[in-house]
């Protein structure tokens, strides 16, 4: 089965061609951070015309270089929720327009299943159940994956996102959007104990998080460094900070598998991507006879691919949707078959 799908819910328009829910046969993006990157972050009226400039281009683009017809494809997909309402409209009307033209199923898809589904494409012999630790610029979660549809939040941020402090730390840091990669860069020279920075604790509920006074105690360290005169070390408050949501997010994610008797850890989302989560997920996870699944770098931040590997086991389960399909800016992970 072929897939093709579509991802625009933020200021990645990407474009795929997947097969069967493990295969990439293209998988197109193109990103509008520059831009955003001139206002120190997305501004989502630039976002979405920049999705309805290269949408079309995109789908011509992937399937010349799949060598596909559009006679070849069984069904369309798109993330529908969660994010920005305007992007993510770009893309929901684009998917049903050319659903409703090549007369094939459209597979709404939750960006966050989205996001977990990588795995799949990265490691073909990964199955359900396990525990999943969904780390992005709008999401904090840790999930109960029981089956390909079938999922549960048993932990989530109550306040920030963890992608959302590191962008915060970037700017208040003058390194520029987005601020995953910077920070990640510079921290790696630093010394991760210079700054005590704090690790929440929720009470009652020992798998929610909270980053707000992380970011507060960041923005409080620069300033106070600026109005005294205080030589500020970059690199270690970068070290530090990524220590502190290292610690925030890894023991959470091995305590949650531990008391769910699975065996298997997967991380997903742009956050994922950092050097000091990635080592502490493997330390942590060795150590505590855990296999750990996390997806290659160009697959933890937005893609099309990771939309049509979910969408395949979305339609093995019934989940399409017809022209009345909308676009949703927020969503739980288990509305998808009443809002699809």
Known sequence: MIILSVESTCDETAIALVKDGREVLTDQIFSSADLQAVYGGVVPELASRSHVEVIYQLTDRALAVAGIQRSDIDAVAVSFAPGLIGAVLVGVNFAKSVASALGVPLIPVHHIRGHMAANYLAYPQLTPPFVCLAISGGNSMIVDVRGYTDMEIIGATRDDAAGECFDKTARVLGL?????????????????????????????????????????????????????????????????????????????????????????????????????????????????????????????????????????????????????????????????????
Request: charged share 20%.
């Open 176 to 340: 520029g959007y987005p601020g995953g990669k910077p920070v990640d860069q510079l921290s790696q020279g630093g010394d991760d104990t210079k700054y005590a920075l704090p690790v929440s604790q929720v009470a009652d509920h020992p798998y929610d998080m909270s980053f707000s006074g992380l970011k507060t105690a960041v923005i409080n360290i620069v300033h106070h460094a600026e109005q005294t005169g205080e030589e500020l070390d970059k690199a270690s408050l970068c070290a530090s900070f990524a220590r502190a949501v290292s610690d925030s997010l890894v023991p959470r994610a091995i305590a949650a598998v531990k008391e769910k008797g699975y065996s298997k850890l997967v991380a997903a989302g742009g956050v994922a991507a950092n050097s000091r989560i990635r080592a502490d997920l493997e330390r942590a996870a060795a150590e505590n006879g855990i296999e750990l699944f996390v997806p290659p770098l160009r697959l933890c931040g937005d893609n099309g691919a990771m939309v049509g590997a979910q969408a395949y086991y979305e339609y093995l389960a019934g989940n399409t949707a017809g022209s009345d399909l909308n676009a949703y800016a927020n969503m739980e992970l288990s509305e998808v078959c009443a809002k699809g």
